[in-house]
């Protein structure tokens, strides 16, 4: 999904190459120096961790706003999955202009039949998300290289000079088309580095790497990165390249060029291209789906059945699902996903580094038998909320957030802590 929209945004090939490369190089430095240590030296959850400093009832508000955005993304790969559904029976993914419009009938009834088939197996626990995983991740990784040769054959080019003639026509018929944007070299370098800004400097992955052996553990995201950020996104912008060059009105949808992702599979490889699509949404929202649903399951009581919280959560993705324009905005909705979360990652990392070195009290809420830490709040919300202005309604790109907020929430966190848990002398 994410592939097709730098050439949709008007990015040239040789900025997306470099871009990605360099801007996944940096995402993989943070999760080894920034979670990892953390990670292993507490060997906590990050549920857990920022329990102890923010409280249990802070750590609900958290997870309700996580768990929603967690259903967000998740309801965007089921409008992936359903685009590969739609294109035997003909059922184009169509974006409404409108962020909350639906698309057909047609297509909303395929989104609910996958959103419910998803979460199921997702309640059916770990085990089974897991067992999806295994089996499907490997035999992706190879359909889409295909896809990225195949689409190479189409556009009948031999050399990088004339794939890139192909690229900046393709680029050239989506301006005209669509309207101009422009999206640079540090435009994908700061996107490729914060698209998982939730996960590693929001330190979402204490949850992961809290099982670490050893500090090269630490390596490992570079697997995805460069598989998945690099190579599959790559492929999957030649793939509309590919349909630009040889068949442009194909790619219309409502009089705009789409990035429908069951089409673009399906041209370049057929059937075997639509199950892959299937298959990496499912795959997606499948494991999203069940850490929202854990999120969730703290609102419940402590003896109602796990997977109450994943069915939850399964609903809620359904619905979004059936919004595509959401699916067209991940561009920017990963970069707000980062903002809004990423800021708790930084208290955790003050509070782990500087506690006695600045003087308040590590794990504030543990320490004090405290449900709520005000100190916590405050740091969060305040760079988040003038964030999320900027973000919607002064229209700056989401993922150039990240890192402000993050540093704002932790100096404040640095300055409140001291002010409200000192440690005693």
């Known amino acids: 999904m994410i592939g097709p929209l730098f050439l949709a945004a008007g990015a040239s090939l040789k900025d997306l190459m470099l871009g990605l490369l360099l801007g996944n190089l940096l995402a993989v430095l943070t999760w080894r120096y920034l979670v990892l240590p953390i990670a292993m030296n507490r060997r906590l959850t990050l549920y857990y961790q920022l329990e102890k400093i923010a409280g249990g009832s802070l750590v609900k508000f958290y997870n309700v706003i996580n768990g929603v955005l967690f259903c967000f993304l998740a309801g965007a790969m089921i409008t992936v999955s359903a685009s590969a559904i739609g294109v035997p029976f003909d059922v184009r993914f169509e974006v409404p202009e409108n962020i909350f419009g639906l698309a057909s009938a047609s297509f909303t009834m395929i989104v609910v039949v996958v959103g419910i088939l998803i979460a199921l197996v997702a309640a059916a626990g770990y085990e089974m998300v897991s067992r999806v995983a295994n089996i499907a991740a490997p035999w992706m990784i190879l359909v889409f290289a295909m896809c990225g040769v195949v689409s190479l054959a189409q556009m009948q080019v031999s050399d990088y000079a004339g794939l890139e003639k192909v690229w900046n026509e393709g680029v050239t018929f989506v301006q005209t088309t669509n309207g101009a944007e422009n999206f640079g070299f540090w435009k994908i370098v700061i996107f490729a580095w ?159 580094y500087c506690g006695k070195s600045m003087g308040f009290i590590t794990d504030a809420a543990d320490a004090r038998r405290s449900s709520f830490n ?52």
């Open 194 to 352: 914060l698209c998982n800004g939730a996960m590693h400097f929001g330190m979402a992955d204490l949850t992961i790497f809290r099982f670490a052996k050893a500090k090269s553990a630490g390596w490992a995201p570079s697997i995805g990165m460069f598989l998945g950020h690099y190579m599959a996104w790559i492929c999957a912008a030649l793939m509309l390249a590919a349909v630009l060059a040889t068949q442009p009105q194909a790619a219309l949808s409502g009089g705009k060029v789409q990035a429908d992702p069951g089409f673009l599979a399906y041209n370049a490889l057929g059937w075997t291209g639509i199950i892959c699509v299937i298959i990496a949404g499912w795959t997606t929202a499948n494991p999203t789906i069940y850490r929202a649903g854990l999120a969730f399951q703290s609102l419940f009581p402590r003896n109602s059945k796990a997977y109450l919280g994943v069915l939850v959560a399964g609903a809620v993705a359904t619905i979004a699902g059936a919004f595509p324009n959401l699916s067209g905005k991940l561009l920017g909705f990963v970069g707000t996903y980062g903002t809004i979360l990423g800021p708790m990652g930084a208290i955790i990392f003050v509070n782990h």
């Open 374 to 425: 005000l100190a916590v709040l405050l740091a969060w919300l305040i760079p988040v909320v003038p964030a999320l202005y900027l973000i919607f309604y002064q229209n700056y790109f989401a993922a150039y957030c990240v890192i402000p907020a993050w540093l704002a929430a932790g100096l404040l966190y640095i300055v409140l802590a001291k002010v409200l848990h000192p440690q005693k002398s």
